[in-house]
């Protein structure tokens, strides 16, 4: 019986794949023969990917189709054909594609899983609202330097022991962003802090994980199997929570017009378009905006640093203030 079903499964797929191959509206550059279900997970493999998707553009040109599962994705190899598509095409090709780890949390919303007038909107007024609070300033460098200094001072009590900076490199790069989205930094053991800390770096583990990957390749099969990627969503939910904490304090105590750090520029601007139906500027953007101004700067940076003090462990005759410009 369990035989036969998983035969039907099959030809259904086989089914599917062959009626979607012949919809003209549906053509794609050529590349490899995709597997039913599978597409081209087997050739594409688990590591080094880089490596096998050159060695695909040599037999598929510049341009090829890839399947992961049932979904294709278009690859662009080459800078010549990276510069048309990005820098003289760059409005065909600005949008973000779709990702179900992600699209089920945001729906749409917020600055990074956005499109279209949507996310020229958003991205018009955040990096406005960025520079006015000294993004790109002095007085950027300034909050930098100052949670530079606190760093130190923290590594100052381990006293030479070995450990690893994951933990204490996140803590300085959030700061940061503390400091300009919600107008405060925490000292590193405020146990909230270290509670949104430990649920962003939980879910970057997940993503970046085999589960995270293949929950964005087969969502609806992977929703009814029990595993880790599940907690992205609870984790999530806990993000929202605490984000939606932080608005309802500013809410209560910020100076109209007078803002002082990213939400009240937010919640300005929010008064500002009560009147306007098509408003995108809404508490759910802002607790979605807020979340990917966290995700996006705390990772990205954090692992840029770490590379960075991997560097200088590999090459320590650079280090020191002899070696200074």
Not at 13 to 39: D, E, I, V, Y
Not at 43 to 59: A, E, I, V
Not at 83 to 103: I, K, V, W, Y
Request: hydrophobic fraction near 40%.
């Amino acid at each position: 019986m369990l035989l036969l079903l998983l035969l039907c499964l099959l030809l259904l797929a086989l089914a599917l794949h062959s009626k979607g191959s012949r919809n003209p509206r549906c053509q794609l550059p050529p590349g490899p023969t995709p597997l039913p279900l599978l597409g081209n997970l087997l050739q594409l493999g688990p590591s080094s990917l880089d490596k096998r998707l050159m060695k695909l553009s040599k037999s598929f040109g510049s341009v090829f189709t890839v399947y992961l599962g049932p979904q294709p994705a278009v690859v662009l190899s080459g800078a010549s054909t990276l510069r048309e598509a990005l820098l003289l095409q760059a409005d065909a090709f600005s949008g973000r594609g779709g990702m179900a780890s992600f699209d089920r949390c945001t729906q749409g919303k917020g600055i990074v899983f956005s499109n279209g007038h949507l996310w020229h909107t958003l991205r018009t007024f955040t990096v406005g609202s960025l520079k006015k609070l000294g993004i790109g300033s002095r007085s950027i460098a300034e909050r930098i330097q100052e949670e530079a200094a606190a760093l130190i001072q923290e590594l100052s009590l381990i006293q030479g022991a070995s450990f690893n900076p994951l933990y204490h490199i996140h803590n300085a790069v959030a700061n940061v962003i503390c400091s300009v989205v919600f107008g405060q930094r925490y000292a590193y053991d405020d146990p909230d802090f270290r509670i949104l800390l430990n649920l962003l770096n939980d879910n970057f583990q997940i993503l970046s994980s085999q589960w995270g990957q293949m929950y964005n390749i087969f969502p609806s099969f992977l929703d009814w199997i029990p595993g880790p990627h599940h907690r992205i969503f609870s984790n999530f939910n806990k993000l929202q929570a605490f984000i939606s904490k932080e608005i309802k304090k500013h809410e209560e105590n910020r100076q109209p017009e007078e803002p002082q750090n990213f939400i009240d520029c937010f919640l300005d601007q929010m008064d500002k378009a009560k009147q306007d139906p098509r408003s995108h500027f809404y508490m759910e953007t802002l607790v979605m905006t807020t979340h990917n101004l966290f995700f996006g700067g705390t990772e990205t940076t954090s692992t840029t640093i770490h590379y960075g003090l991997l560097i200088l462990l590999k090459y320590p005759n650079v280090t020191g203030q002899e070696s200074f410009p």
